[in-house]
């Protein structure tokens, strides 16, 4: 079974930083790309990052461009959000999900990868 699990969550103030860490499983990680979603009480979701896994091909979100990196690890089957510079309009539910690579970023541009995991909760506080 494909399995991801985003880890890393917590309570930071403006300002600070925090690293996700995306944990898989089930499928062959270098035939994937990874794409980091957020969403916030009453607003869609978002589309903050991805990468594939493959090439190291990253994009971010204009509202995160900068201040967050998106990177793997392929020996643990892993990827990182490292987000730095948080502001209040950062929280929100961050989670992973994953499409094969043939797709290219096409699945996370239109917010439809094929595997999600459970999310972690983000505060950034004023």
């Known amino acids: 079974d494909v399995q991801l699990q985003a880890s890393g969550g917590g309570l930071v103030q403006a300002g600070g930083s925090l690293t996700l860490s995306c944990e898989t499983s089930?499928?062959?990680?270098?035939?994937?790309?990874i794409g980091w979603f957020r969403q916030a009480p009453g607003k869609k979701r978002e589309g903050v990052s991805w990468?594939?896994?493959?090439?190291?091909?990253?994009h971010y979100g204009d509202s995160v461009k900068g201040r967050f990196t998106v990177s793997s690890d392929n020996a643990k089957n892993t990827v990182y959000l490292q987000m730095n510079s948080l502001r209040p309009e950062d929280t929100a539910v961050y989670y992973c999900?994953?499409?094969?690579?043939?797709?290219?970023?096409?699945?996370?541009?239109?917010?439809?990868?094929?595997?999600w995991g459970k999310g972690t909760l983000v505060t950034v506080s004023s």
């Open positions: 999900a994953a499409s094969p690579h043939s797709w290219g970023i096409e699945k996370f541009l239109l917010g439809g990868m094929d595997y």
């Open positions: 990468i594939s896994i493959s090439d190291g091909t990253t």
């Open positions: 089930g499928f062959s990680f270098d035939t994937y790309s």
